[in-house]
């Protein structure tokens, strides 16, 4: 009889030949429990999925209350869904005045594709801009715009009229022309390693685009949802972009995506042709129902207001002279170890200790901290004497240095 994890790697799709191959059975608030009744700290919320923590009781009653009433009807756009309706009408609410008018898919990296199709279509131009080391998905659109030729060129070729634009490199913005479409940012570089930009660059950014016609998309994909303190992550600059996207932390757990705009930019999907974006289970109403449930508890309760606090306790128990450098905002911090070989292996004694972390897609120096917003400061404290404790032992195994991996 083959195990789980021999059928897993059988039949399973890899795209690595190392996939962690954790077998969690359970998980609630901050922990997975796996076969063997291991716990571990998720640190990384399944990659800043889980910001209100592993089946939030409220999610979890919004899904079987939904799933009761019903699940698919129709493609998106069609019927009066409540779930759909309501989740809208709360994200319009939070978004600045005038970001009305919401597009509900399935994926983060659909809510970009229907951004940048949006802004193609509203400007009738087709340049496209975008940053080094930013990431905004796997599909075709999204890919073109990704930061980083590495794990774009294979796949070439992708949309024309790209280009790739230094962050926060307030030269570089005269680069954004009037043949510029659509400008895509993330509030925080995300695979990056949670790289900030200072406001005076967001500000001149926005001035830009603005100067010169073109949309400004902000991806928040990863920074939304209360991520960095602020329900989104463009708050912290004093700007309002024309188009926001959102997914990953939305859900609570479940696959929703969504991309936000004026009604009059958003209207361009309704004619020439008709059907501008089709999804058939984009804003699935059980998958709606369980952000309006997030959309609820992040509005209300106080795990915003104690974001600060945490990020400062963070940084206080991040000390250890292997540590380089802290970067982020918020809960999403980047802690900088100088080395992939140090940090993996740093990584690596995390999990062994039932800590999970992870390293980044463009930065792999760097080990990623984004625990769920509901992480309490006792949890916060405990988890990280183990992580700092990890990075001692290593830092120790190889004679108080770096060292070279392997
Ligand atoms: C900033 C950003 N944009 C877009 C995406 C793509 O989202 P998804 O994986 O849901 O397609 C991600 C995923 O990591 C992301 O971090």
């Keep these: 009889m083959p195990t789980q994890r021999q059928l897993f790697l059988q039949h399973l799709a890899q795209t690595s030949d190392f996939p962690l191959a954790l077998e969690i059975e359970r998980a609630e608030g901050i922990y997975m429990y796996d076969a063997a009744g291991k716990r571990y700290a998720d640190l990384i919320s399944g990659i800043g999925v889980s910001n209100v923590g ?36 709360m994200l319009a609410d ?27 279509r509203y400007t009738g131009r087709t340049g496209l801009v975008t940053f080094r080391d930013t990431y ?46 659509a400008v895509i940012v993330e509030s925080v570089q995300g695979e990056a ?26 991806d928040e994909i990863q ?27 939305l859900g609570g757990g479940l ?36 952000a309006c449930a997030v959309v609820e508890v992040l509005s209300e309760g106080d795990l915003l207001a104690a974001v600060p606090a945490k990020h400062a306790l963070l940084l206080e128990l991040l000390q250890h002279p292997a540590i380089d450098r802290v970067t982020g905002k918020g809960l999403m911090l980047a802690v900088d170890l100088r080395h992939f070989g140090f940090n993996k292996a740093v990584i690596d004694r995390c999990l062994e200790a039932g800590v999970i972390t992870d390293w980044f897609l463009f930065n792999d120096r760097s080990l990623r901290l ?19 404790a ?17």
């Design 94 to 120: 939070l978004l600045p005045a005038g970001i009305n008018n919401v597009y509900l898919t399935n994926s983060g990296t659909e809510a970009v594709e229907g951004a940048l199709k949006l802004a193609k």
């Design 255 to 290: 696959p929703i995506g969504a991309f936000a705009a004026p009604a009059e930019i958003m209207g361009a999907f309704k004619s020439k042709p008709i059907l501008g974006h089709i999804t058939t289970f984009g804003g699935n109403p059980v998958c709606a129902a369980a």
């Design 136 to 181: 905004h998905g796997s599909t075709h659109g999204a890919l073109s715009v990704m930061g980083n030729e590495h794990f774009k060129n294979a796949f070439r070729p992708l949309l024309p009229d790209v280009q790739i634009l230094e962050y926060n490199v307030t030269s570089e913005l005269q680069r954004i022309t009037p043949q510029t479409a």
């Design 54 to 89: 592993h089946r939030h009781p409220r999610v979890v009653a919004a899904i079987h209350d939904q799933v009761d009433k019903y699940m698919h009807l129709m493609v998106y756009g069609e019927y009066i869904q409540s779930p759909q309706v309501r989740l809208a009408k």
């Design 223 to 249: 920074t939304g949802m209360g991520r960095t303190g602020k329900m989104f992550g463009f708050e912290h600059y004093g700007i309002v972009p024309d188009i926001v996207t959102l997914a990953k932390g």
């Design 390 to 406: 990890c990075i001692d032992a290593e830092w120790q195994a190889r004679g108080k240095s770096h060292g070279i991996w392997p």
């Design 370 to 388: 984004a625990p769920p917003l509901t992480i309490t400061p006792e949890e916060l404290r405990l988890h990280l004497q183990t992580i700092v």
């Design 193 to 218: 390693g949670y790289q900030t930009p200072c406001t005076p660059w967001m500000q001149a950014l926005r001035a830009r685009c603005s100067e010169v016609g073109a949309l400004l998309i902000v």
